[in-house]
């Protein structure tokens, strides 16, 4: 039986839709991405600002976060019912957000339907309507989950590795914020921030599905094209991460009344743009990702250390520099052997040539998945959204499969000597007993 990516003569490479992408940048700067596809009558439109948690002040953290959450919560002379239930009545799905870089709204309809899919955005992101009631409700829902994580070692270890490998950089914050910040909030700051960063040139829009682009374009011109935004600023870029050069490894215990403990350990690491990125995405294959991963297959499957494991650096990799970032889950008695165990393997992968047998494998896998993995309109919408904000050529899915199969052992070692620095990491160890911590002499 023939295996999806397999012919009777070996390996093939997946076949992605070449149908173009077009691009549109509109007189006020917003940029349209369209796509049509064939198959069901369905349309995703994923409307984007960049208005993220990166453009937060210390002592507002949570605040954009908030202000994505809150689009639907009334525009353009529309209640937050009237938006859910003109959704609702239609089928669709819809998700308001804020996150690190971008906020917006994420809508799946019926192709028939394209015009409430703009329409809606159009009125969230030029008209928001500020409500105190909606605005406290969601503030509360934020606060309880920030509450309840402070119990989830997991949660826990990755917020504190994060404020020590990225001090100094807005990566440093939690997207959701602190509670302390989120309890100071008020409405008018909110109000604030978005007539300071809500603005065409700063926003974009993927569209993917059975849709005519020339329809498309010209309704997107009809809504966005008289959006202004005369109050909004261009904030600066923040300055790349200090990184951890000199500080040799930063080592923090928290002690919380868990058996299990969670470590995560790592350094600042790469931009998707990193010329590196490809031989680090099959470094990663490699090294920590997935169950035939050397972290699963040795420390968890052969020598029974963990309950479960990953690492990777090109996993977070965006328009700043992501993490290099390893996890364990492991019982306390074997956190010091599981800990050594995940050094080796950094030793290792920086020291030795990848045998051609696990390169194999790691490329075919890659070249496999993400072409699979663009199956849906809201996934080729995102894929939209991710090449035109880091800059790649839109068509780049093409090449995907050759950038992969050119890395070699070389690639690999030489990337993984670069980009990996075992001399200068933060280890975060949540839960577990200090009995059985693991400490850099042993």
């Known amino acids: 039986m023939r295996r999806r990516g397999e012919a009777q003569d070996g390996p093939v490479r997946p076949r992605f839709d070449p149908r173009p992408v077009e691009r549109h940048v509109l007189g006020n700067g917003l940029v349209l991405l369209v796509r049509r596809s064939s198959g069901l009558p369905l349309v995703s439109v994923e409307t984007v600002v960049r208005a993220g948690a990166r453009l937060d002040e210390e002592e507002t953290a949570g605040l954009a976060a908030l202000s994505g959450r809150l689009l639907d919560s009334g525009a353009g002379g529309l209640t937050a019912e009237e938006i859910s239930r003109r959704v609702e009545s239609r ?5 308001t957000h804020g996150g690190y870089l971008l906020s917006g709204v994420s809508l799946s309809m ?3 339907d394209l015009d409430l899919a703009l329409d809606l955005p159009a009125r969230m992101l030029i008209e928001p309507s500020n409500h105190p009631g909606e605005f406290e409700k969601r503030r509360q829902r934020v606060l309880a989950d920030i509450i309840a994580e402070k119990d989830n070692p997991r949660a826990v270890a990755l917020k504190r590795f994060h404020e020590l490998a990225f001090a100094g950089h807005p990566r440093h914050r939690p997207v959701e914020g602190y509670a302390e910040t989120l309890t100071a909030l008020d409405p008018e700051q909110l109000a604030i921030f978005r007539q300071r960063h809500y603005a065409p ?5 993927a569209v993917s599905g059975d849709v005519d682009p020339g329809q498309v374009l010209r309704r997107v011109e009809s809504l966005f094209g008289g959006w202004s935004a005369v109050e909004a600023e261009e904030a600066p870029a923040p300055p790349g991460p200090a990184g951890l ?3 040799g490894l930063v080592l923090e215990r928290i002690p919380m009344r868990k058996e299990q403990v969670n470590i995560y350990l790592g350094h600042p690491g790469i931009c998707r743009s990193d010329p590196a990125f490809f031989a680090l995405k099959v470094m990663d294959k490699v ?13 968890r499957d052969e020598q029974g250390l963990a309950y479960s494991t990953f690492g990777s650096i090109s996993s977070s990799a965006g328009v700043d520099p992501g ?3 390893c996890y364990i889950g492991c019982a306390p008695e074997q956190e010091a052997p ?5 050094f080796d393997e950094i030793r290792r992968i920086r020291e030795e040539p990848v045998p051609e047998a696990e390169l194999e494998a790691a490329r075919r896998y890659l070249v496999g998945n993400h072409i699979f993995g663009l ?12 090449a035109e904000l880091n800059g790649l050529a839109l068509d780049h899915v093409r090449h995907y499969a050759e950038n992969v199969e050119q890395v070699d052992a070389l690639a690999v070692l030489e990337a993984a000597r670069e980009k990996l620095d075992p001399e200068n990491l933060v280890l975060v160890a949540a839960g577990g007993h200090p009995s059985h911590a693991w400490h850099p002499s042993s």
């Open 338 to 342: 599981a800990v050594r165990g995940i």
């Open 201 to 205: 040139w700063k926003s974009y829009i």
């Open 323 to 325: 993490a290099f970032l």
């Open 91 to 95: 089928g669709g799905l819809m998700l």
């Open 287 to 299: 090294f920590g990702q997935g169950f035939t991963s050397r972290l699963n297959r040795r420390l």
């Open 245 to 247: 050069d000199g500080r």
């Open 375 to 386: 199956e849906s309109n809201q996934e080729v919408s995102g894929y939209l959204l991710d």
């Open 110 to 112: 019926g192709a028939d």
